[in-house]
């Protein structure tokens, strides 16, 4: 292999490598200004896209010993969409964009060491954002302790009503 396509392999095992999440897309037939756009976005969101070769995409699998990488059926034009922190919201962003323009579309995709399909990608982007998944987690959380603090002090204002009552009887 030439010196060129050897550093454009290791540049693209560490761009792998050092993501959170990898997704594979389809962008043939998009003009430039809407590739721009969708590469702005993308960065808005902690993200990059980088177009590559498949047969380049493959040897870097190899080269990191992925093997769902190095035998990824790829065809066509290639994007890799790439980046760390939230991996929905750029999976969000490649469906939203790809129902404004038909031509960008998931092919398939890389998390934590499982290459993802098409429907796998599409409903980590219909998943609800980060932030909002851990606030219902908190209070998934919360709730027993709540709910023991509402029975306790449901208690204490039931004998606290009994001995009102009580007391306005006496009074009468």
Do not use: W
């Not at 031509?103 to 398939?108: E, G, L, N, R, Y």
């Amino acid at each position: 292999m030439r010196s060129e396509k050897l550093h454009l392999v290791n540049y693209i095992g560490s761009l792998i490598s050092d993501s959170d999440y990898v997704y594979f897309i389809s962008y043939a037939g998009l003009k430039v200004k809407d590739f721009s756009e969708f590469r702005n976005q993308l960065a808005a969101v902690g993200a990059e896209c980088h177009v590559l070769k498949n047969t380049l995409i493959r040897k870097a699998g190899e080269l990191l010993k992925i093997d769902v990488l190095s035998t990824l059926p790829l065809a066509d034009g290639t994007a890799l969409v790439c980046g760390k922190g939230d991996a929905g919201a750029a999976a969000k962003l490649i469906v939203e964009f790809g129902k404004k323009f038909e031509q960008v579309a998931p092919k398939c995709g890389y998390f934590e060491g499982a290459l993802l399909t098409v429907s796998e990608v599409n409903d980590i982007a219909a998943l609800p954002p980060k932030a909002v998944l851990q606030a219902q987690l908190l209070g998934v959380l919360q709730a027993p302790s709540r709910n023991l603090v509402s029975v306790l002090n449901a208690k204490a204002a039931s004998i606290l009503n009994v001995l009102n009552a009580y007391k306005d009887k006496l009074e009468q």
